[in-house]
T-cell receptor, first 113, second 112 residues
Framework: NAGVTQTPKFRVLKTGQSMTLLCAQD?????MYWYRQDPGMGLRLIHY???????AKGEVPDGYNVSRLKKQNFLLGLESAAPSQTSVYFC????????????FGPGTRLTVL | DQQVKQNSPSLSVQEGRISILNCDYT??????FLWYKKYPAEGPTFLIS?????DKNEDGRFTVFLNKSAKHLSLHIVPSQPGDSAVYFC???????????FGPGTRLSVLP
């Protein structure tokens, strides 16, 4: 039981390049989330999904797209990376919404030059 | 403007003593609060939660206190252990969006 895994762990991009971050969970959770964490700030929700085939915007969705084609996977895409997207990205999943505990992956450190 | 504030970026405590981590929030509509703990190179892990209908919740060495009138919650760790050294995030849930707002975190160092 691996929990929540994220691929890759580190990545360096040049401005304008694109990439996809992969999140996978093996707990059969319905809900999945993408957060970013910046220095001096808490985790901020980018996008989330309430089930396979669904996505919704969070607090800071601009510049990102997501897809949830399979229940266990939640992909975060950057179509044209900008230096402002340099951050640590965390994926999380939960069985239910609201008060249910969210389980986090180890994070992806992304640097955009 | 941050809705959830943790005004102490860091805190050092001697092993065996009490650690008190504080969190303030601005939105009186927040109805559920959590604390997460994060070790380096790992994701946050859930520690303890409290609903707005309570003023205290206890789980082993960890106790969370909620003061709704002051919009303040605190996490007490007694006794503190070196393994408690981590970054602690406070988070609050809005009843409308069902999403959580996180504070910036407090780095706790428990000295042997």
């Amino acid at each position: 039981n691996a929990g929540v895994t994220q691929t890759p762990k580190f990545r360096v991009l040049k401005t304008g390049q694109s990439m996809t971050l992969l999140c996978a969970q093996d707990m059969n959770h319905e809900y999945m989330y993408w957060y970013r964490q910046d220095p001096g700030m808490g985790l901020r929700l980018i996008h989330y999904s309430v089930g396979e085939g669904t996505t919704a915007k969070g607090e800071v969705p601009d510049g990102y797209n997501v897809s949830r084609l399979k229940k266990q996977n939640f992909l975060l895409g950057l179509e044209s990376a900008a230096p402002s997207q340099t951050s640590v990205y965390f994926c999380a999943s939960s069985y239910g919404f609201g008060t249910d505990t969210q389980y986090f992956g180890p994070g992806t450190r992304l640097t955009v030059l | 403007d941050q809705q959830v504030k943790q005004n102490s970026p860091s805190l050092s405590v001697q092993e065996g003593r009490i650690s008190i981590l504080n969190c303030d929030y601005t939105n009186s509509m927040f109805d559920y609060f959590l604390w997460y703990k994060k070790y380096p190179a790992e994701g946050p892990t859930f520690l303890i939660s409290i609903s707005s209908i309570k003023d205290k919740n206890e789980d082993g060495r960890f106790t969370v206190f909620l003061n709704k009138s002051a919009k303040h919650l605190s996490l007490h760790i007694v006794p503190s252990q070196p393994g408690d050294s981590a970054v602690y995030f406070c988070a609050a849930r809005s009843p409308y969006g069902q999403n959580f707002v996180f504070g910036p975190g407090t780095r706790l160092s428990v000295l042997p």
